[in-house]
């Protein structure tokens, strides 16, 4: 949403009840003050709240007991000693439930859904609990809730195939140059397998996908039936770990490992033969597959801030908020630290005094696999320098911010003048090795660090241990902001993973970058999680960034190089979130302005749901993948981060309120704020995000607190939290009938049937069993305060124009029930005693009041209701705020000037002439539009323009007529409206394109080989050494799986950099080019075919095939999986024959498409893996051999 004019602003204000007839504004710096907290009984419990979900076990244990062999449930229970037990109340909780529940005796550790508790007690507490009226039933926590499905061999031998997929695309196929686990693989299989049931255990197996690194504890070989398995061991509570390690050793398990924790931990590998019995084990919680972890920007700085592709504009670094003073962890393989993004020469060694690297230490616990070094493609140095990199000139912003500077410059990150901490955690640049996560999060708050950076994980979308410790941590430190990569298991669903699936951490997806920036990148691993809560939160840049480059393996340490994956998205969207809190802290809101007395440190919650609240709904290739037919969705999450739609600074339309609301609420109580909304063409968005009780190991659902978001319209409309419909644009559901009880995020958008008038926004506890539950609230739009604004609709006029006025200001809304007026003077240098207008509210308590007043040239006449004017003259609009909400009050002013003279044109020209295209570029004195009018004939009859404003004009023709002459004018327009016109005074530019390159050699006999000397590696020509270099063009990216193709007398080839170039194979000048791929995807070696070159391209969104004009490069036919139900492979060479254009896919499949339209003639089944060679053709017959070995004739 743009801000670029105040002609969007509307009215968005908390008010407070006051009295039956009147409203007052109640606004602090730190939060907008809400109404009265108001309880209310508890609601009846609805149907679904008598099941209880325990570990995929669903049962409502009144109607029937799920079904558990004998080995894996408890036969008797001590009466006389404590044991861990089940307890359902009979509807939402409340406080006096839990204290009545506590005054039995028993001891309350963990809430599962649905109001249900997991306690320790005895036999006479547990019976004195079963008797209290608001308990439904109790039970013993048997052995079989304790066994992850996770477990199975099914799961093993999916992760075992995804292993083998991961290391096959490494070592010899990857589509990538840099890839490293799940964070840089840019093609990776998603597998899904069915869900099975295993009926005598009552539970089920979720489908999972996956995509583990070479050094996963996943078995490799034979390993996925073999009879040990590696496992991670939750206790009930931390005093039962030494029980637990005496359990393992006797059961023969080994490498095992413990800590503490939250909730402690034990892992160890142990044969499958025992885990039934480890199940037996009192102190035992959860048992789970312990799967190992591993890892997983100029151009991402103004997508995440503003996402404007013609000006690339930076708005939060523009106001000079970079980071500073706030400090980011990154968790990771370690730094380089002696690259220029890190190093301070007056400090050798990180610590306290340094001016980027404050803190570097290991973090890896007893693993011992962590070194202090950046091992592999320095991962760790490539994250970190995209989330606080400074290089060049220190907290000053260095880079090209188009990215088109290369390697040739710095490339500063989001906070790039934020402090580092690195936490070491791999001594191998792939694994990431811990004992527990809680350390990490313990040691980043020890180092003062509140927002901590992950871009490694594993697989598969559960909530599991680590989740449990890193929701408690927040939980109990609510200011500190954990992020974790979506992974790159894209592009299926429930890919997602696992340590981002926790609720109280923000999961990061991936866009393609740059101008792709509405695409979903094709490996960015998708939602939901296990339990069907939406993830990714949001997504950001994570193909092709830039960002520092370290001394492995062919660093110098110094450069920068760009890498690919949704590593790269978590620590822009860190450096984002350190933007954002630095704007709390240091007093940007409310007043746009910074203000010391102002600041306050924001929750995490605060920082995430401002965050989700600036994110955009994609629109582009894979945002709407999977069936997914609404926004937000899995793919993308509520979309991409884009600051500026969140954050408000002074002038900006669209304004910005919160609540931090730290007391929090109970189940019943809710909290209500009124809106006042003044313009109707502006939407409505209001962002709850509460940091949520942890919830137990796979647990479905994982929420345990439930808070409900209501918005209602002045009609009475109301909208419920997450109930969306529609996409493109997905927008919130008037009047729904369900209400969300999964997420701890909330959101009401509303863009269509926008009402102006007095709006209602509720928080309501609707069911908050470990309260008081705490929320964050972000609401933005044209957001009113007493703190008055003034605006007119341009910066300059022509000197008959009207100018419109706009004031927006909370203190004149004296009628709630009616209309209001303000008075602004308007004044000239002309006409000095100013003119009175009279602006009237533009609907009843909306706070804006809009009016008009002409211009004319002439001598003053006060009075009149012109304002009189002459160019050059500057108009000054005034009113008086009786009360800027902070004590003060004063005028409050708004500039223009008078404009009738036209842009003065120069430098007109045309460049860069081909045979099919040609530059036309000119300057102008001031900002303007650009306009060519061009044609074979005069008056020129074709128009090509841009309507961004600039002073260098540069205009693209493409298409043109080789050896023909073109004449051209140029013409610019200004922001008041004045046009200048440089056609040559009549005679017009001109310019005449090339000859087209010939369509065959002038030489027939070039290069003629004489092959005397057959089968011995010799082929005398009169090319014969020495041989000398005719051109060079490039470096490009390196060249692999394809070659140049020589026809129609073009060169062709494309690199890794995915673009397609056409050069004159004498002199080696480029003719044309297109981005057709992605970076670093391999592409074909294309054919050319009676003028059409047909060509395989890889990108984010999958492979496509496309038929271009050899001579123009113009796309005639291009088709994709959406059009052919096929994943084109762009890993071999492409064959034409009788009208059809041969090629495999990544399905193993030989296919032929009509050369006319793309169309599928016919696909065969190869066997092998996923790679195949191309096809050659030959008397009817296409041919093609497998990685297997088998060569197929069709």
């Known amino acids: 949403m743009s801000r670029h004019t105040w002609s969007r602003i509307f009215a968005f204000v908390i008010v407070a009840v006051m009295c039956l007839s009147a409203f007052a504004i109640l606004q602090t710096p730190a939060r907008a003050v809400p109404q009265a907290v108001i309880g209310l009984p508890p609601v009846a ?76 007690a005895d036999g006479p507490a547990i019976d004195r609990a079963a008797a209290l009226p608001s308990v439904r039933w109790t039970g013993v926590f048997e052995p079989a809730y304790k066994l992850s499905p996770r477990l199975s061999d099914e799961f093993g031998a999916l992760a075992q195939r995804a292993m083998d997929r991961a290391r096959y695309g490494d070592q010899a196929s990857s589509d990538a140059v840099t890839v490293v686990g799940p964070g840089m693989s840019s093609k990776t299989l998603t597998l899904n397998s069915a869900a099975s049931t295993v009926t005598a255990a009552g539970k ?55 800590s503490f924790g939250q909730t402690g931990g034990v892992r160890a590998e142990l044969s499958k033969s025992v885990i039934e019995k480890l199940a037996r084990v009192p102190g035992v919680m959860y048992i789970d597959r312990f799967v190992q972890p591993y890892v997983m920007n100029d151009l991402a700085r103004w997508v995440v801030q503003s996402g404007d592709t013609v000006n690339h504009a930076t708005p939060v670094h523009d106001h000079g908020i970079f980071g500073t003073n706030q400090t980011i962890t990154i968790g990771d393989t370690g730094i380089d630290y002696k690259h220029p993004d890190f190093w301070d020469p007056n400090n050798a060694t990180p610590g306290p005094t340094a001016r980027k690297l404050t803190a570097y230490y290991k973090d890896c616990g007893n693993t011992n696999h962590c070194d202090l070094n950046d091992n592999g493609i320095n991962h760790g140095t490539h994250t970190s320098g995209s989330a606080t990199g400074d290089d060049g000139v220190w907290h000053v912003y260095d880079g090209d911010a188009t990215g088109s500077n290369g390697t040739t410059g710095p490339h500063d990150g989001q906070s790039f003048d934020a402090f580092l901490n690195v936490q070491d955690l791999s001594d191998d640049g792939f694994g990431i090795y811990f004992d527990s996560v809680t350390p990490l999060w313990t040691d980043a708050v020890s180092h003062g660090s509140w927002i901590h950076s992950n871009s490694w994980g594993s697989c598969c979308s559960s909530y599991i241990p680590e989740d449990v410790d890193t929701d408690t941590f927040i939980w109990n430190n609510q200011d500190f902001l954990v992020l974790f990569a979506a ?95 630095q704007y709390y802290m240091d007093g940007w809101y409310p007043t746009g302005s910074k203000s010391a007395t102002d600041g306050f440190t924001p929750s995490a919650a605060l920082i995430k749901a401002t965050i989700i609240n600036s994110a955009r709904e994609m629109t582009g290739a894979g945002a709407y993948a999977n069936g997914e037919n609404k926004y937000p969705n899995d793919n993308q999450g509520f979309g991409r981060v884009t600051l500026d739609d969140a954050l408000f600074f002074q002038g900006d339309a669209r304004g910005l309120t919160v609540d931090d609301y730290r007391s929090g609420i109970n189940t019943g109580d809710t909290v209500t704020y009124n809106l006042a909304i003044g313009d109707s063409t502006m939407p409505v968005e209001v962002t709850l995000v509460w940091t ?99 605006g007119l609709d341009h910066h300059s006029y022509q000197s008959s124009a009207t100018v419109d006025i706009k004031v927006v200001d909370t203190g004149l809304n004296l009628n709630p029930n009616g209309t209001d007026t303000v008075q602004v003077n308007m004044s000239s240098n002309t006409e000095s005693t100013p003119e009175l207008v009279t602006l009237t509210e533009t609907g009843n308590s909306t706070a804006v009041f809009a009016g008009s007043i ?53 430098g007109t020209a045309a460049s860069n002439l081909r045979f099919n295209r040609a530059d036309i570029g000119w300057t102008t004195d001031e900002l303007s539009d650009s306009l060519v009018s061009w044609g074979v004939g005069t008056p020129p009859g074709n128009t090509t323009g841009s309507a961004t404003r600039t002073l260098s004009h540069s205009i693209a023709l493409t298409g043109l007529n080789d050896n023909t002459t073109y004449f051209f004018a140029v013409q610019s327009t200004d922001e008041a409206g004045n046009t200048a016109l440089d056609n040559n005074n009549s005679a017009y530019y001109s310019f005449t394109t090339a000859v087209k390159p010939p369509t065959a050699p002038p030489n027939a ?6 092959n005397n000397q057959p089968r011995q590696g010799i082929s005398p020509s009169k090319h014969s050494p020495p041989m000398n270099q005719q051109w060079m063009d490039g470096p490009h990216l390196i060249n692999r799986w394809n070659g140049p193709v020589m026809a129609d007398g073009i060169l062709f080839s494309n ?134 070995g088998t060569v197929f004739a069709l």
């Open 1005 to 1010: 006999e070039w290069p003629t080989f004489h």
């Open 692 to 790: 949520d009780y942890p919830g137990t190991a796979n647990c479905a659902p994982c929420l345990v607190n439930d808070l409900d978001l209501t918005v209602t319209a002045p009609d009475g409309t109301t909208y419920n939290g997450n109930q969306y419909m529609g996409f493109n644009p997905g927008e919130s559901q008037p009047n729904p009938t369900s209400r969300d009880n999964l997420n701890n995020v909330e959101s009401v958008l509303v863009i269509s049937n926008v009402q102006a008038g007095l709006w209602t926004v509720t928080v309501h506890g609707f069911n908050v069993p470990q309260g008081p539950q705490s929320f964050a609230l972000v609401l933005t739009g044209g957001i009113a305060t007493e703190h008055g604004v003034i």
């Open 45 to 120: 419990m609805p149907n679904y709240m008598k099941y209880i979900n325990v570990n995929n076990f669903k049962f409502d244990p009144l109607a029937a007991m799920p079904t558990i062999p004998a080995t894996l449930q408890y036969s008797s229970v001590a009466r006389n000693t404590p044991s861990y037990y089940l307890v359902q109340f009979n509807g939402p909780v409340t406080p006096d439930m839990k204290k009545a529940l506590a005054a039995t005796d028993v001891t309350i550790l963990y809430y599962v859904a649905y109001n249900t508790f997991i306690v320790r």
């Open 487 to 581: 992974g790159n298991s894209g592009s299926g669903l429930n890919s997602m993973n696992p340590f981002a699936v926790a609720k109280n951490v923000i999961g990061v997806g991936a866009t393609v970058n740059g101008p792709g920036l509405e695409s979903v990148a094709d490996f960015s691993s998708r939602g939901p999680a296990g339990d069907g809560r939406l993830k990714p939160d949001v997504t950001a840049p994570g193909v092709s960034l830039w960002s520092a480059q370290g001394l492995d393996p062919q660093g110098d340490g110094t450069a920068y190089w760009t890498l690919s994956g949704t590593s790269m998205a978590t620590p822009t969207v860190a450096g984002s979130a350190g933007l954002v809190r």
């Open 854 to 906: 002409p211009l004319a040239l002439g001598p003053p006449n006060p009075g009149d209701g012109v304002l009189q004017v002459s160019n050059g003259d500057n108009i000054t609009a005034m009113y008086f705020d009786n009360n800027n909400g902070l004590g003060g009050s004063g005028p409050v002013y708004a500039y223009a000037v008078v404009d009738d003279s036209p842009p003065v044109i120069s």
């Open 1055 to 1188: 690199p890794l950099d995915g673009t397609l170039r056409a050069r004159d194979p004498y002199s080696g000048e480029v003719l044309w080019s297109r981005t057709l791929g992605g970076q670093f995807y391999y592409t074909s070696t294309p054919t050319v075919a009676n003028g059409v070159l047909y060509a395989t391209f890889y990108g984010p969104s999958g492979g496509y095939v496309y038929a271009l004009n050899d001579v123009t490069g113009d796309t005639i036919w291009v088709v994709g999986i959406s059009d052919t139900q096929l994943d084109f492979n762009a890993r071999n060479v492409m064959a034409f024959a009788d009208d059809l254009v041969f090629g495999t896919t990544w399905g193993r499949q030989a296919y032929a498409l009509h050369a006319s339209d793309g169309s599928v003639a016919w696909t065969f089944q190869l066997d092998g893996l996923a790679i195949a060679s191309g096809a050659t053709i030959n008397a009817g017959v296409a041919y093609f051999e497998t990685i297997a």
């Open 204 to 258: 089920s197996v979720s489908p999972v996908s996956s995509s583990l690194g070479g050094r996963s504890s996943a078995p490799s070989g034979a390993e996925a039936a073999s009879a040990t398995i590696p496992v991670e061991i939750m206790a009930f509570e931390p005093s039962r770990v030494p029980e637990i390690v005496r359990a393992v050793s006797f059961l023969g398990g080994h490498q095992t490992s413990y």
